[in-house]
């Protein structure tokens, strides 16, 4: 009885969820693989504490902000290059919303390797070979003083670069000096990591390759040059 | 001078259950001990090598910038394990009692302001209660290892109090519950010592 009681309740709240998601752009989406996908590279805890508490906070945070507001229909990457106009509840909250999606995508189980096609002529282009890529990317998060982010994005002439930001924000915000379109991201705040690694970030670092996802990374790189 | 790297002033499990002994063996012998390292190694071949903490930190702006992340985190760990006992808690005494209830209203209002700074620094830091040059009491927050003697600060005054909001000093025990840690905190001040130092900077 109980149960029908709930299908009911969960019928008639059907127009009123849908009306509520027209009005704004911005959707909290479903991790695309379970908690202990990650496993033993990034363990299920850190997976479900990061997802559902972090990225949740950051979401709720930033819809709040931007209640009853045009940025409810602006979308992200228009709203990331004026953020410099908007104050630090909306900075920091909208880049924890659409810093931790595009991470996640960014890996899956069984990932790892390395990329393949115009993503790897490109990376052995601007860093010589993947190898090196990598040393430089992982130099680039461990250097990161206190909390943030390291990025491989494509800069305005369609070549590769690093860089890191701090705290959540990234190379869409106007306020970065060096902008262009992220294709791959790392996590370096320390709640991506310290239930697992502690204070070594360097061993998280290495523990990242074994997740990657190379195809999402490629579909970003060919969406961001397509653009051009 | 040398640089020492000072002894945690009471065991790893001595402050339980408000801050649990792996987070404060990790945050000693890893966390601190690598700050102070590096410290060492950044400030080797510098003019100011052999200067005091706090003659650095007033000139810090002009020093490499790993001077001012591991100096900072060097000592800002250091007055942190002072600033806690296992028979911490309650409520200060005395003429620090006072300067509080002057400038707040009350401990409850100091502390509610204290809280504020320390839930709402983003990403890493720590927040403060200070004396500044006036010997008016101020509450502020600092990003990463940056704190109130530096001369790049934004709240300039002499720490008394401090409380490290970093990820790695509450993560083990409250996860993602900033809020949760900041109340356990309260339990371990050592207000013996707080009290000292205020002493020590109106006198
Ligand atoms: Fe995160
Ligand atoms: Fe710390």
């Known amino acids: 009885m109980k149960k029908l009681f709930f299908y009911f309740i969960a019928f008639i709240s059907i127009p009123y969820a849908l009306k509520a998601q027209q009005e704004t752009l911005h959707k909290f989406a479903p991790l695309p693989y379970a ?6 590279y990034i363990d299920k805890m850190t997976m479900e504490i990061h997802y559902d508490r972090h990225h949740r906070a950051y979401f709720n945070n930033f819809t709040a902000a931007i209640k009853g507001t045009e940025l409810e229909k602006t979308p992200m990457v228009t709203i990331f290059a004026s953020i410099s106009t908007q104050p630090p509840a909306i900075r920091n909250n909208a880049g924890g919303y659409w810093n931790h999606e595009m991470f996640w995508n960014c890996m899956k189980p069984n990932g790892g390797g390395t990329p393949s096609g115009t993503l790897n002529e490109a990376i052995t282009a601007s860093f010589g070979s993947f190898d090196n890529f990598k040393k430089l990317f992982a130099e680039a998060g461990v250097k990161r003083f206190g909390s943030g982010w390291v990025w491989l994005v494509v800069g305005a002439d369609g070549k590769l670069f690093i860089s890191s930001t701090a705290n959540q924000d990234n190379p869409y915000m106007n306020t970065e000096e060096k902008r262009g379109t992220p294709v791959f991201c790392l996590d370096v705040w320390e709640h991506a990591y310290y239930l697992k690694y502690q204070n070594k970030r360097a061993d998280y670092i290495t523990a990242f390759w074994n997740v990657v996802n190379w195809e999402y990374v490629q579909n970003m790189y060919d969406s961001s040059t397509a653009k051009k | 001078m ?101 400038q707040y209203g009350s401990f409850e209002d100091f502390k509610a302001k204290f809280n ?73 001040v050592n207000w013996e010592v707080i009290q000292a130092r205020y002493d020590s900077i109106i006198k």
């Open chain 1, 35 to 40: 908690y202990d996908a990650l496993e033993p």
């Open chain 2, 116 to 188: 504020d700074a320390a839930a709402n620094r983003f990403g890493s830091g720590w927040a403060w209660l200070s004396v500044k040059a006036d010997k008016s009491l101020c509450v502020c927050s600092s990003a990463n290892q940056d704190n109130p003697l530096m001369d790049i600060s934004d709240c300039k005054a002499t720490p008394i109090l401090g409380l490290d909001v970093w990820e790695h000093a509450y993560y083990l025990k409250f996860q993602n519950r900033r809020p949760d840690y900041i109340s356990a905190f309260w339990n371990v």
């Open chain 2, 2 to 102: 040398d640089y020492q790297f000072p002894e945690l002033p009471y065991a790893y499990n001595a402050l339980e259950p408000h801050i649990d002994a792996m987070t404060m063996e990790i945050h000693y012998s890893k966390h601190h001990k690598t700050y102070f390292d590096k410290f060492v190694a950044a400030i080797k071949d510098t003019e100011s090598n052999g200067s005091s903490l706090e003659e650095i930190f007033s000139q810090v702006s002009k020093l490499p910038m790993a001077v001012r992340n591991h100096g900072g985190g060097l000592y800002n760990h250091t007055l942190f394990w002072e600033s806690m006992s296992p028979n911490g808690g309650g409520v200060p005494s005395g003429s620090l009692a006072d300067a509080i209830n002057a």
